[in-house]
């Protein structure tokens, strides 16, 4: 008798879908949360601006040929006198620990990264690495397809 299911092609897509899935969604995730750099906010919400562009406050005590950069730079990444910043962005950009399908983890192990985060009473919360709105219907789009692959392949 044929096998007009295909069972075991089912079994086989399925089986493939649960080891791809979860490292998809993580890298999805992980690109998500290191664009919020560049769009300088998250989940469709502007990050709070940093004093250092403000020209009217203390903070704002660069030298003259950085001042351009300094008040170009994004929120986050700014532009130091020997380097380019961004290490908290680059933590982020390599943040994935594990992504198994019970569980996907990532995270920063930078000391102020919380701080940056949630915020404090000396800095505003700038928040990122956390499910949002945007990020969960993308990844429901993600899950989608690849539930529709599997079956597909079975026809």
Not at 54 to 63: Q, R, V
Not at 101 to 117: M, N, T
């Amino acid at each position: 008798m044929d096998n007009k299911f295909n069972f075991g092609q089912l079994k086989q897509a399925i089986t493939r879908m649960k080891q791809d899935l979860p490292r998809q969604l993580a890298n999805q995730a992980q690109n998500y949360f290191t664009d919020a750099f560049g769009k300088q906010g998250f989940d469709g919400q502007p990050w709070q601006d940093v004093k250092r562009h403000d020209t009217n406050t203390p903070e704002f005590k660069y030298p003259i040929g950085l001042q351009a950069r300094k008040l170009s730079s994004p929120i986050l990444v700014g532009v130091y006198r020997a380097r380019s910043g961004g290490t908290l962005r680059r933590a982020v950009s390599r943040s994935i620990r594990s992504a198994t399908w019970k569980s996907i983890k990532l995270q920063v192990d930078l000391p102020y990264a919380k701080a940056q985060f949630r915020g404090t009473d000396k800095i505003p919360a700038r928040p990122n690495l956390q499910q949002s709105k945007e990020l969960t219907a993308m990844q429901k789009e993600t899950i989608r397809k690849a539930m529709d692959d599997a079956f597909k392949g079975n026809q």
